[in-house]
């Protein structure tokens, strides 16, 4: 019996979204996909399941004239061809991802919000932990685009914060991905976590879809700042 993929057609075209918006707004991410599907009519939205691999190369002919640099343009390209199932070359490992190599089986990962490059870093070391500990590849995208939500987040909306990568042994194995700032808090939390919010600026999306895209999560807001925990397991 042949195996089928979970992923529906609307899922596939998020997901995509979903890494380009570790790199663009999530107004250009999606307009980038638009546009590159339109030009090369190779797919339409949403996305077929079996068309997923020729978006992707399309996107890949287009990626140089939105992303200037080689090295990051490689990255959002790995990450794009691992939703497709295809085989990426494995990327440059610097001395602070062997260092994350060689820890302990739990233990915690720090990165500051500062700069949407702080963004895109938080992005790898999380697809990066994801893999060490065993996550599947569709699951290590996942990883990686509620990272880039919820960091996007806390950059956008409170000026940047703070991100911490646990991994866990116990009670099941795992990562857990907490992202806090001080900035305002989210005035009615409960509207935004809604099916019937939406939003303009695109936070409500983002939290939902990180929400969406992990096995846990859990939101904490005030006026002095919003807390996210979310978790993934191994299967």
Sequence with gaps: MQATSSMSSNDATEEIVGVLRAYFSAPLAR???TSTLRRA?????PIERRAVRAAIDALDE???????DA???AACL????LLAGASAPPAARDDFFRDIAATAAVATTIIHIRTTDDVVNACE???DIARKIGLSDVEQIKVATATAELTRNALLYAGGGEMRITTVDAPRRGLE???SDNGPGIE???????DRYRSRSGMGMGLKGAKRLMDAFEIASSSHGTKVLVRKFVR
């Design 31 to 33: 307009a980038l996909l």
């Design 41 to 45: 009519k190779v797919a339409h939205e």
């Design 62 to 68: 287009v990626l140089p004239n939105y992303i200037a």
């Design 71 to 73: 090295s990051r343009r």
């Design 78 to 81: 790995r990450s794009l061809r």
């Design 125 to 127: 070391v999380g697809r």
């Design 177 to 179: 991905i907490s992202v």
């Design 188 to 194: 009615d939390l409960e509207l935004v976590m809604s």
